[in-house]
DNA sequence: CGGAGGTTTGAGAGGCGTCAACCTCCGTGG
DNA sequence: CCACGGAGGTTGACGCCTCTCAAACCTCCG
């Protein structure tokens, strides 16, 4: 039901520039050899578009493909008994979304887009040739899985410790420092198309909390967000709020 | 300052039994090969013990060595502007610590013990040289840090969509069941060096209500918390209010 | 015996949830 | 062209859960 492969479009791969572009964009996997570069671009199956709030992977069912983000917005969730949605994770263009299904087979929650997206197919089969041949890509498709832990404690942090207007504020942190290290964001401005019920479901709180919330921040003049974009009007502001410090992005080489 | 090494007993490895024991239990790791087996066991460097309340890494230093935990409980936290700290992780003996940061070579938060414990050291020289020489070996260590993420993201969930009885309940409900799987668990019953303040650090709560909390829980004859030790009288009830699956915990064989 | 840290309980305040109403926007169909 | 409906945004009233501050008590240990 609603789970057919019909809104499925396979493209050609030829969009003009490498399918792992913006994966390799940051974090010292410039500096991974060509021959490993290579091996992963070449690793990459067929590409497909999905359209917004659509569900990818359902918790618990076997996987034998992980995809990577090449544009649009996905987001991993977790329901309670009474079906209230609490997000654990947003990804942006270069994430692997779930790449951890590979060495775990299945996952422990559900995967969906938020607008839509393209995403890139690598089948387990292929990343276990991949990975056999080459112990330090294997290292670097690990990394990449710990920076998802990383930001995992994060929100750990920011839900056990914050309140609702540092929750929001790092949140948009958050986005605003990777949207930037893969050239998404600039000058504080980003597209994100969320809306105020989702951002509420990313940060533990209700719709009608968000909306409070984020009035005040935009009558503080720290930050505005309308019709799926986001404005960062006074990023230090908007850090020291958040008690933002970004090293768990690993931005920098290790 | 409280942060030499006069406390640290190097100890000889004749306990009787392998170090990666317990590391061994469930979650499929008892399929992997002789061979295996013995490789990773080699590749255990010393075995040292610490008091109580120790921190063991602090957040941002290099690191070129792992650790296992053998005996004990191990935290991960970070703290807030004010210094309030916010658990992210709790350890078992058979846990690797902080193996992520082998990809990773330093760390976004710090780690301490809560009881007295005892580790074995894996110096990052001798993992790269195993995982070099054994892929499927990697994806097991891989695997391994895998289940800390999911445990993660279960922690958001329960910070997220769960009040202060849930947050406890489920906290108690996870222990309950990792402990098992290494044998140090049976009946609802197993030691836990933890007080009442760490709860609250682990469950984004204060002291005082953690307090309450568990009064409440003992009054219903749920759950009794005392003197360092969980005992759990009512089980079935006990996972209903943390709404507690433990398939995040990938303990049968995937 | 004295002190420190943990536990327990009370009183009051505040943040956030719940319920409800109304608004705008936009796609659909008569 | 307009009526309609649904989803999201906005605002108000009210209540509860949890925090804060405070004090007493208890236990362990030096």
Chains 1, 2 share one sequence.
């Not at 578009?49 to 969730?77: F, K, T």
């Not at 997000?87 to 299945?106: E, Q, T, Y």
């Not at 309140?163 to 790092?170: P, T």
Request: one cysteine or more.
């Amino acid at each position: 039901m609603a789970h057919d492969v019909t809104d499925r479009i396979t493209l050609a791969t030829t969009l003009g520039e490498p399918i792992t572009r913006r994966f390799l964009l940051g974090r010292g996997r410039d500096e991974m050899g060509d021959e490993e570069k290579a091996a992963l671009e070449a690793a990459v199956g067929t590409v497909r578009r999905y359209p917004a709030r659509h569900q990818l992977v359902r918790a618990g069912e076997p996987l034998d493909v992980s995809m990577l983000l090449i544009e649009g917005y996905v987001a991993r969730n977790m329901d309670d008994r009474e079906g209230h949605r609490q997000l654990v994770s947003v990804h942006v263009p270069g994430d692997f979304i779930d790449l951890h299904a590979f060495p775990l087979k299945r996952l422990d929650h559900d995967v969906g887009t938020l607008g839509p997206v393209t995403v890139a197919m690598f089948e387990h089969r292929v990343l276990a040739d991949l990975t056999a041949s080459h112990p330090r890509l294997t290292r670097h498709l690990w990394f990449a899985t710990l920076i998802d832990a990383a930001m995992h404690r994060e929100w750990i942090f920011r839900l056990g410790r914050l309140g609702a207007e540092g929750r929001l504020a790092h949140f948009f942190c958050e986005l605003n420092c990777r949207l930037e290290m893969v050239g998404l964001a600039s000058d504080g401005r980003f597209e994100l198309p969320l809306t105020q019920p989702d951002l509420a479901e990313a940060c533990g709180l209700t719709g009608v909390h968000v909306n409070r919330t984020l009035k005040a921040l935009r009558e503080a003049n720290v930050l505005l967000f309308r019709s799926g974009a986001v404005t960062i009007l006074d990023p230090k502001r908007l850090a020291q709020i958040a008690e933002f410090e970004p090293g768990y992005l690993y931005g920098e080489h290790r």
